[in-house]
Nanobody
Framework: QVQLVESGGGLVQAGGSLRLSCAAS????????MSWYRQAPGKQRELVAT????????NYVDSVKGRFTISRDNAKNTVYLQMNSLKPEDTAVYYC??????????WGQGTQVTVSS
């Protein structure tokens, strides 16, 4: 059974930091690219960051470049999102996604991040 379980969300003041984790099970984690998405109330889900299966390639949406860092530990089947210098506009539910060419995508249930001004 495939599972992606996010954790680490919470309430933080602007300028603070959070580290999100996404623990994976039920599939070959090291063969999948992993991504973090977020969805704010009333807005579409947006891609925040992606990391390749081996961890060598990362990409970020412009709004988080220099503040967020995606990383993964294939030995622990876990992907992380380190979020620094948080802003109120980063408030959203954050989701992790596993993707592989010609395979179905897997999604987690999400974790709430709230940044107060």
């Amino acid at each position: 059974q495939v599972q992606l379980v996010e954790s680490g969300g919470g309430l933080v003041q602007a300028g603070g930091s959070l580290r999100l984790s996404c623990a994976a099970s039920g599939f070959t984690f090291s063969s999948y690219a992993m991504s973090w998405y977020r969805q704010a109330p009333g807005k579409q889900r947006e891609l925040v960051a992606t990391i390749s299966s081996g961890g060598k390639t990362t990409n970020y949406v412009d709004s988080v470049k220099g503040r967020f860092t995606i990383s993964r530990d294939n030995a622990k089947n876990t992907v992380y999102l380190q979020m620094n210098s948080l802003k109120p506009e980063d408030t959203a539910v954050y989701y992790c996604k596993a993707a592989r060419v010609r395979e179905v995508d897997y999604w987690g249930q999400g974790t709430q991040v709230t940044v107060s001004s």
